[in-house]
């Protein structure tokens, strides 16, 4: 059986991104939850808030960790999956990637160790404005990446000389069309997912009955941010999804389902489709009736566009696109559930004893994590077959490397990754297991990985 080295080449950077992905949302969503969670005890003295952040600091420091070592990761595969990619557009992509280490990863990694180990060291208000620093950095982290993803997507300020990209005006490669809208839509996923992250385990206590003045604090905190972002999500999704639809129309075409030009009048919204490619129908689909209209063109009687006017070798996958949307709006509209329910809930006295409510927030702890996992690939698969959105497919971009290769540092890379996430659920496991009375008051040295995650160590009550 012959391996198609192109497939691979792609297979093996989607599960490296994808991997990658999961620990900078969470890693942005904690360190602002930590900063406010800091603030708060520096205003008000109260001890529960100096017992949240030390329980939380401990999860976003390893988090922290295993992103930053992941990332690395990415850059060499730029090099060594998509030699091509690198040669043309390394001109406007490598300087920001540059500048996002010379500026965010700089600054994380020079107030880190404060975070971690100043607390009984420099001072609250210094320990404090570390805190800040390094959620600032992953914000700059989270601007420099979008900015240059998103040039992927809409790219401006270049020009293409002899087969490379020559920058033009640097600030339209920085600031190009789709950067100022994917920015805070992805900034706002991220602190949804920590606000998720939060609520999820203090509701676990809430039922376990355990730690009961934590885990009402870090639901009501929780579910607060929670309520706030999603509606600010629906607003920022609803601009983003226009500016696509201009810049972008074959992706959001994918998106909906739709193949006929334009749809029949009012249009459905699908929510269950067969694709059929090669026929551009689909062969089954099932959706709302008028929803269509009524959410994509703000009408009772819109019509929508669909796939069939994009030429069929630039048309991505319609099932991929399809299903991570569906996938991310539907994780989205959950969301939305619990935010409205713990508003009621806070107005009636009863959002720390429903158990249903309680039941409903555990499930949804890592609903964050799905959704941005399924925006991502929607982004990335409704980008197909570009890598470069006009300029550069992807299927010219990969390196002429063996697909025995390929195949054996894919191999490599899931066994590597899955010990990674296998050792940071075990350690966020045991650490939540330990509860926040006994959380550290500062990052514990223990010599080794293996020592680290030992149950003599993990389960260690530190003295009072």
């Not at 497939?7 to 950077?13: K, P, T």
Request: aromatic share 14%; hydrophobic share 50%.
């Amino acid at each position: 059986m012959t391996i198609d080295s192109e497939l691979l080449a792609r297979v093996q950077f989607a599960f490296t991104v994808s991997f990658h992905i999961i620990f900078p949302t969470m890693s942005i969503g904690l360190a602002a939850f930590l900063a406010i969670v800091e603030g708060l005890w520096l205003k008000t003295k109260d001890p529960l808030y100096l017992q949240i952040y030390r329980f939380w600091l401990g999860i976003f420091a390893m988090g922290f960790g295993v992103g930053v070592v992941t990332g690395i990761v990415l850059s060499f595969e730029f090099g060594l999956g998509f030699a091509r990619f690198g040669q043309m557009a390394g001109p406007a992509i490598g300087p920001m990637i540059a500048l996002e280490v010379l500026t965010s990863f700089f600054l994380e990694a020079g107030f880190l160790g404060i975070m971690l180990f100043g607390l009984n060291r420099v001072g609250p208000r210094l320990h404090f404005f570390a805190t800040c620093m390094v959620a600032l950095g992953t914000v700059l982290s989270a601007s420099w990446i979008l900015s240059a993803n998103s040039w992927m997507q809409s790219p401006d300020g270049v020009s293409i000389e002899n087969g490379r990209v020559v920058v033009t005006d640097w600030i339209r490669v920085i600031v190009n069309p789709s950067w100022l809208y994917r920015l805070p839509h992805m900034l706002a996923a991220a602190y949804i997912t920590g606000s998720f992250l939060i609520g999820g385990v203090g509701a676990w206590y809430l039922l376990r009955g355990e730690h009961l003045e934590f885990g009402r604090r870090t639901v009501s905190l929780g579910t607060a941010f929670a309520a706030v972002l999603i509606a600010c999500q629906v607003f920022l999704g609803d601009i983003l999804y226009g500016k696509m639809l201009e810049l972008q129309p074959s992706k959001m075409q994918a998106a909906e389902g739709f193949w006929e030009k334009k749809s029949e009048s009012p249009a459905p919204y699908y929510w269950i489709i067969v694709p059929d490619q090669a026929k551009q129908r689909n062969r089954f689909a099932l959706g709302i009736p008028y929803l269509g209209s009524i959410w994509l063109t703000h009408s009772l009687n819109g019509q929508v566009e669909g796939l069939s006017n994009t030429p069929v070798e630039r048309q991505p996958y319609m099932g991929i696109v399809f299903y991570g949307f569906r996938v991310m709006y539907g994780t989205a509209i959950l969301m939305f559930g619990i935010a409205v329910a713990s508003l009621w809930l806070r107005y009636l006295g009863g959002l720390y004893t429903t158990r249903w409510f309680l039941w409903a927030l555990v499930a949804m702890t890592p609903s964050g994590i799905f959704a941005t996992l399924a925006g991502w690939y929607v982004a990335e698969t409704g980008r197909q077959p570009w890598v470069i959105w006009g300029i550069l497919r992807t299927a010219d971009a990969v390196s002429p490397v063996p697909a025995n290769v390929l195949l054996s540092t894919m191999i490599a890379f899931v066994c590597i990754y899955a010990l990674f996430m296998a050792a940071f659920l075990v350690f966020t496991a045991r650490f939540i297991r330990r509860g926040p009375k006994h959380a550290p008051e500062y990052a514990e040295p223990t010599g080794s990985l293996k020592r680290a995650l030992s149950p003599a160590v993990m389960n260690t009550v530190p003295a009072e």
